[in-house]
């Protein structure tokens, strides 16, 4: 599946823009068809702007279905394509997909996200996301995020892969908070933990119809990529459209006591599945029996047997030899690869717990390593620095960005504790202890 991309699609030309993370798997994916490759980033690649302007110097017509175009897109295109018209009500692809073909929409359920996780309820969160609202004089606030709507009324839902969040609305004000929802998604608990803390289930499709009948005047606040052209055409004029990062994005910068004791109680736990499956790890790949996807369901079983599993936080990066060096890699039992007794294999995953998320990454020695694997700072420097967000335009790792996240690592003792004192250069094993790999 390849995401963070666009395609546009003329009369006589189609392209794909896509990012350095996806090269790779959108030009296998790519080869066959008439479909060319954009590589968003490279000097020799041509943006989306640049590239409609080639083929309709003078000015054209661009359509595009708004309810999936955020709003900051959408004004950027209007920013560098200022002669184009744009139609942003219209569905081609919808129009055409068969719909045998075309996956059903989510159906997960809502469920409770409890106060003993939170550390603050929905009454005190919505109150306090009011007070924000009051002292910035915003009459509305409108929330298309889904992970922002799940941390305010604390609810849950699977409608994401590896993401626990349900496909809704919210529209705030001093008197009301609406959820638009798909109705069947709500259980009567949760529709009376919602009732109770003054939340109005409505329709999702009527969000539109109520974002128009906000009075003139009034001051209504959203955040420009998190919300779409669809529901941004909707607003009635008069209203004072106010931009900026959601209140909610900033409240959750602000962990309250609970949340960081179940975080560290969460890490603790994974820990507990990571040491488990190294250990596993150590004793079977001499088997030759193991591969990058048997790795990959193995530290899934071990996070599953953990207190308060939900699921994998993100698909997990499983990756022997060179596959490491390829970003967001995706093992499969298609092409199954053998994790030899020989070299690196990369092990980027986390998990969703009741109490916390995690996010780690380990490099792992699994045997004898050649000399340029020990040596090549570079190389491990660029791996790490694509496992730890140091990509900058066109999929280039930035090294000094990578330099100082290991130095930080290391200061706060995230590597373990090290000295630099020196040591016997021969390891001490005691004669009268078994060896041990307690998981």
Not at 15 to 43: C, M, N, S
Request: charged share 30%; net charge negative; hydrophobic share 35%.
């Amino acid at each position: 599946m390849l995401v963070c991309a666009r395609a546009v699609i003329t009369t006589k030309k189609s392209g794909l823009w896509t990012d350095g993370r996806y090269f790779i798997q959108a030009a296998k994916e790519l080869a066959v068809g008439e479909v060319e490759l954009y590589k968003t980033g490279l000097p020799e690649s041509i943006s989306i702007e640049e590239f409609l302007l080639q083929e309709f110097p003078n000015r054209g017509k661009i359509a595009f279905d708004g309810n999936n175009t955020s709003v900051a897109e959408y004004e950027n295109l209007i920013k560098k394509l200022p002669n184009f018209e744009f139609i942003t009500d219209v569905d081609y692809v919808g129009e055409i997909w068969n719909e045998e073909g075309r996956p059903a929409s989510p159906d997960s359920k809502v469920y409770i996200f409890d106060e003993k996780y939170a550390g603050e309820s929905t009454s005190d969160r919505l109150a306090r996301l009011r007070a924000m609202m009051k002292e910035r004089g915003i009459d509305y606030h409108f929330i298309g995020s889904l992970d922002d709507i799940a941390y305010v009324l604390n609810i849950r839902a699977n409608d994401v892969q590896c993401n626990p969040v349900v496909i809704s609305y919210l529209l705030v004000s001093d008197k009301a908070c609406n959820l638009y929802i798909d109705k069947s998604k709500l259980s009567e608990e949760v529709a009376n933990y919602l009732k109770e803390n003054n939340v109005c289930i409505k329709p999702y499709e009527v969000i539109g119809r109520d974002v128009s009948d906000i009075e003139a005047r009034k001051t209504l606040y959203l955040e420009p990529r998190k919300t779409n052209v669809a529901v941004y055409s909707s607003i009635a004029r008069g209203v004072n459209i106010v931009t900026g990062t959601n209140l909610t994005s900033l409240m959750k910068c602000h962990k309250n006591e609970i949340e960081i004791k179940n975080t560290k109680n969460a890490y603790i736990k994974d820990g507990v599945a990571l040491v488990r499956f190294l250990n596993w790890l150590e004793t079977g790949i001499p088997t030759g029996t193991i591969t990058e996807m048997i790795a990959s369901e193995k530290l899934l079983e071990f996070r599953k047997q953990q207190d308060l599993f939900i699921e994998d936080s993100f698909e997990s990066i499983s990756a022997y030899g060179a596959n490491a060096s390829m970003p967001h890699y995706k093992p499969s039992h298609e092409n199954p690869v053998k994790v030899e007794p020989r070299g690196l294999y990369l092990i980027d995953s986390g998990g969703h717990y009741l109490d916390g998320t995690t996010d780690i990454t380990r490099t792992i020695a699994v045997g004898k390593l050649k000399e340029e694997e020990m040596t090549d700072v570079d190389t491990i420097l660029e791996s790490i620095g694509r496992r730890r967000g140091c990509l900058v335009s066109g999929g280039v790792v930035d090294f000094d960005k990578a330099r100082r996240i290991i130095l930080q690592d290391y200061r706060n003792t995230k590597l373990g504790v090290i000295t630099l004192d020196q040591v016997d250069e021969e390891p001490y094993y005691p004669e009268d202890v078994e060896e041990s790999h307690n998981g």
